[in-house]
């Protein structure tokens, strides 16, 4: 029997190019994170099995989960935003995207530039550039404006403003 996770990665990732990286996020294995990226509070990118690759300028929100099976790579290109208890597994988000609250994106499903998830949506479809995506499973509601497509890069700047204050305040705590 083959052993599937013989090369397992439990190294610690470098963090050094992150903005911020809550104390009590886990952030393990093969996973790289871009310039100015955060991962908050109770998140998980576990890179044990699988890379992970997150991009610049991309959050995950509180409670998410990153993971992915042996050769099903976990990709976030840039500005994307992962929000509160979201679950990527095996999937490809392209930049500019917002993956709502609780939503839960499966194996294999590629994400188009601009688009989003709905809250609580289940995605195990592709789903096209500048979509609106909602339910159980996921379909596409509407195609999402120029306009909305900024605010989402909009967002994920906000969120790195953010990483900024809350990392400066973990670097100001007595150890």
């Known amino acids: 029997m083959v052993n599937q996770f013989q090369n397992l990665s439990c190294s610690n990732p470098d963090l050094s190019l992150t903005t911020f990286?809550?104390?009590?996020?886990?952030?393990?294995?093969?996973?790289?994170?871009?310039?100015?990226?955060?991962?908050?509070?109770?998140?998980?990118?576990?890179?044990?099995v699988e890379k992970i690759i997150i991009g610049k300028c991309t959050n995950i929100q509180d409670g998410a989960v990153l993971h992915g099976d042996p050769g099903k790579p976990t990709v976030l290109e840039d500005y994307v935003t992962v929000g509160h208890r979201a679950v990527i597994h095996s999937a490809y988000i392209e930049t500019?995207?917002?993956?709502?609250?609780?939503?839960?994106?499966?194996?294999?499903?590629?994400v188009g530039a601009?688009?989003?998830?709905?809250?609580?949506?289940?995605?195990?479809?592709?789903?096209?550039?500048?979509?609106?995506?909602?339910?159980?499973?996921?379909?596409?509601?509407?195609?999402?404006?120029?306009?909305?497509a900024e605010e989402l890069w909009e967002h994920a700047r906000?969120?790195?403003?953010?990483?900024?204050?809350?990392?400066?305040?973990?670097?100001?705590?007595?150890?």
């Not at 393990?28 to 044990?48: F, M, P, T």
């Not at 500019?96 to 590629?110: S, T």
């Not at 969120?159 to 150890?175: D, F, G, M, S």
């Open 21 to 48: 990286v809550a104390n009590n996020a886990t952030v393990i294995g093969d996973v790289s994170l871009a310039e100015g990226s955060s991962v908050w509070y109770a998140a998980v990118v576990r890179g044990d």
């Open 158 to 175: 906000n969120y790195q403003q953010l990483a900024r204050v809350h990392a400066e305040k973990k670097n100001n705590q007595p150890q």
């Open 114 to 148: 601009g688009s989003i998830v709905g809250a609580g949506s289940v995605v195990t479809k592709d789903v096209p550039a500048r979509s609106l995506v909602m339910g159980i499973p996921a379909r596409k509601i509407k195609e999402i404006g120029e306009k909305q």
């Open 96 to 110: 500019g995207c917002l993956i709502g609250i609780g939503a839960i994106v499966l194996d294999g499903v590629r």
